[in-house]
């Protein structure tokens, strides 16, 4: 069978969005696996699955998986390119979108931008999650990182210069510390000024990436938490840059970039075993 699929990236975030609103696509780690494989599937970040939402008030129900397999609970980006897809397909500037993590709104600013509010942060440690309790804003670990949740886990280290880090040796270890039952996104901050900052990530399950939307929230509150940067901050990342605002007046945490189709096409179902 021929499966449609649609490539998109947010900064070189990219994705393979699959519409499984019929079920009739079955989704097992191998098959997940070879999908984003860049050489011998589609090639992506993350693949992201949409079918009917379970909640009557959203517009569409949306999970996102990594290369590995794993399903993650959120994803910034991709909440970007679901929502410029749908835009076409349903005609409205506001969508919300049902993830694992929680509902998500979302607005069309233009044909190539797209806000996501992210909602609230988890601070507390139960949250993020950790494996004990521990203050999240100085976490045990050489280099004392800042913790918190954007849908799932974000390690934040702030360096003076991002050039002398290793983000795949550094990450790849600090990914799976026990402190971090759930694994977690390692993320390494320079700050540039109050107003932006430099940002690579490390993401579970996926590696490093050109660009993490949720990474760019979870830097952005840590660092106003630090006291290093104010509530709106623009985040340079190795694939573009995202404005993220941390709201005073509820802590929603406000995602706007862009979001662009590369193409569409369709696969043989069967190119792909379970």
Partial sequence: MNIPFYKM???????????????NISFTERRISALCDRRYGIGCDQLVVLSAARDESADIYVQFFNPDGSESGACGNASRCVAALLHEKLDKKNILLQTNAALLSTE???????????????LKWQEVPLSQDIDTLHLPISGD????SMGNPHVTFFVDDLSTVDPVFCGQVLENDPLF?????????????????????WERGAGLTLACGSGACASVVNAVRRGLADRECLVKMDGGSLTIYWREKDDHVIMTGPAVLSFSGNFNQDTYPL
């Fill in 108 to 122: 069309i600013i233009d044909n190539k931008t797209v806000s996501v509010d992210m909602g609230v942060p988890g």
């Fill in 9 to 23: 990236h947010g900064i070189g975030n990219d994705f393979v969005i699959i519409d499984n609103c019929a079920k």
């Fill in 181 to 201: 039952p759930e694994k977690a996104n390692i993320g390494f901050v320079q700050m540039l000024d109050r107003q932006s900052m430099r940002l690579r990530v």
């Fill in 145 to 148: 990182p800042v913790a918190a």
